[in-house]
């Protein structure tokens, strides 16, 4: 069955710190991944995706991803983490349904990010 | 644009009672979805629709039905109301998987609280 593994469910990072967090998938074919944000009482922001070429994929806010298809990861992560950045980070791979075009997000069950002065 | 709206955004409501949640989006994009977020489980999709009057069934769909009467609107309803519905609730819309502009865009979200 599909599925997206977060291990971590806090990090604690010291701001000007670098960042990566971990996603592990299990997806039988060519995987559609992504990295969303949510903030406190907010809804899902895309942070970046990553579909077919170039595996190091550039998004928002400074944030990078890596597509390792050995390693079935595409861990998320930021050079220099600012305080803004605290918030609640998702991994998500999109599986087509059977009509047209559609697809669903698996979600992994996120990683809460703490920033510290 | 205002994207996806939800509707309302926070409601108590006692076991059995009924509601329903309304999402809306500006983008006129075909597809929807609605998720529920609970601690620790991520977000799972409950219902899903590919295009008006077309609805199908997510990865826990049980106690819920939705409706997309309009290309821009999708329904989520609750018939008879359970404590285990407690939840965050999410809308999102998007265009198709072929589409470069295929993210799922998502809406502030419905904090549900059954008593």
């Known amino acids: 069955a599909q599925s997206v593994t977060q291990p971590d469910i806090h990090i604690t990072v010291s701001e000007g710190a670098s960042l990566e967090l971990r996603c592990n998938y299990s997806?039988?074919?060519?995987?559609?991944l992504f990295w969303y944000v949510q903030s406190p009482g907010q809804g899902l922001q895309l942070l970046l995706k990553?579909?077919?070429?170039?595996?190091l994929v550039q998004g928002i806010k400074g944030f990078e991803a890596e597509f390792k298809r050995s390693q079935s990861s595409f861990n998320l992560r930021k050079p220099s983490v600012h305080w803004s950045d605290a918030a609640e980070y998702f991994c998500?791979?999109?599986?087509?349904?059977?009509?047209?075009?559609?697809?669903?997000?698996?979600f992994g069950s996120g990683t809460r990010l703490l920033v510290r002065p | 644009n205002a994207g996806v709206t939800q509707t309302p955004k926070f409601r108590v409501l006692k076991t059995g009672q009924s509601m329903t949640l309304l999402c809306a989006q500006d983008?006129?994009?075909?597809?929807m979805y609605w998720y529920r977020q609970d601690p620790g489980m991520g977000l799972r999709l409950i219902h899903y629709?590919?295009?008006?009057?077309?609805?199908a069934k997510g990865e826990v769909p049980d106690g819920y039905n939705v409706s997309r009467l309009k290309k821009q609107n999708f329904l989520l309803g609750l018939e008879s109301a359970a404590p285990s519905q407690t939840s965050v609730y999410f809308c999102?819309?998007?265009?198709?998987?072929?589409?470069?502009?295929?993210?799922?865009?998502f809406g502030p979200g419905t904090r549900l609280t059954v008593l």
């Open positions: 999102a819309s998007s265009y198709g998987l072929t589409s470069e502009y295929n993210e799922q865009f």
């Open positions: 997806y039988g074919a060519t995987p559609y």
């Open positions: 990553y579909f077919s070429g170039d595996t």
């Open positions: 998500a791979v999109a599986i087509p349904t059977r009509m047209d075009s559609s697809y669903k997000l698996i």
């Open positions: 983008m006129n994009h075909e597809y």
């Open positions: 629709s590919v295009g008006e009057g077309t609805t």
